[in-house]
């Protein structure tokens, strides 16, 4: 099935096993490979071998660059513009403000979160994403927040245009092929992330490719 949808999508697969994910993923994939259009498609499955060809991916694009002093260590220089969160880009998309953020008064734009619709921001979010991986890889990470198989721990599935993305998930969460055996067909939390710097038309990348002017964090809680 899954084989079906990537040539459908004219989406090679360039890393990692189908077979390891279930259908509730596949459409998932699906659906959102339609939408930011990838040239391919990488499923991690958090081996060394893995983490090792993405740092060295990394450094081939000039993002990374090994240190000597010690083993498995590298420099990251950073966009200053580009920054993971900050609370002005942030919203909580709830059918009520007030299930999201406190309510304040008229006039007053309050400083303890941001809120916007689930409908509107949905249109903002599609028109965003459509088309921002184009001449990149999309890599699916099954990860999990707390040990895997605990009652406690959440799994999520995330999406993303970005190996230096990938090479942190991979050291702030358990991520890869045994997350995704423990999910099973579950249901889990969908997450998408793209750099929002297309390879289309010629582009050339840059070692911290990067869109500060659309930038945007979205929580969606009755969807998880």
């Known amino acids: 099935i899954y084989s079906r949808c990537v040539r459908q999508l004219s989406v090679a697969l360039a890393y990692g ?9 596949r459409d998932f994939i699906d659906q959102k490979a339609d939408l930011c259009k990838p040239s391919s498609v990488h499923i991690c499955d ?3 071998e893995e983490a090792d060809m993405l740092a060295d ?6 993002t990374f660059k090994k240190l000597t002093k010690y083993e498995n260590c590298y ?56 088309g921002c991986m184009e001449g ?3 890599y699916v990470m099954p990860f ?13 599935i995330q999406l993303t245009d970005s190996p230096y993305t990938v090479a942190s998930m991979r050291v702030m969460t358990r991520m890869g092929s045994e997350v995704a055996h423990a999910l099973g067909n579950q249901d889990f939390i969908k997450c998408l992330h793209s750099v929002g710097y297309p390879l289309s038309g010629g582009r050339r990348d840059v070692p911290w490719p990067c869109n500060p002017d659309k930038t945007v964090i979205t929580h969606f809680p009755q969807d998880n």
Do not use: Y
Not at 57 to 62: C, D, M, T
Not at 144 to 156: A, E, H
């Open 57 to 62: 991916v990394l450094i081939q694009n000039g």
């Open 75 to 130: 420099l990251a220089r950073t966009d200053p513009r580009d920054v993971a969160r900050v609370e002005s880009k942030t919203l909580i998309c709830t059918p009520e403000q007030s299930e999201a953020i406190p309510t304040p008064g008229p006039g007053i734009e309050g400083t303890l979160g941001k809120w916007q619709h689930p409908d509107v921001m949905k249109q903002q979010l599609h028109e965003r994403f459509d």
């Open 46 to 48: 958090g081996s060394s």
């Open 144 to 156: 999990s927040m707390g040990p895997v198989g605990s009652p406690l721990s959440k799994i999520g």
């Open 17 to 25: 096993s189908p077979d390891t994910l279930s259908h509730k993923v």
């Open 136 to 138: 990149r890889t999309m």
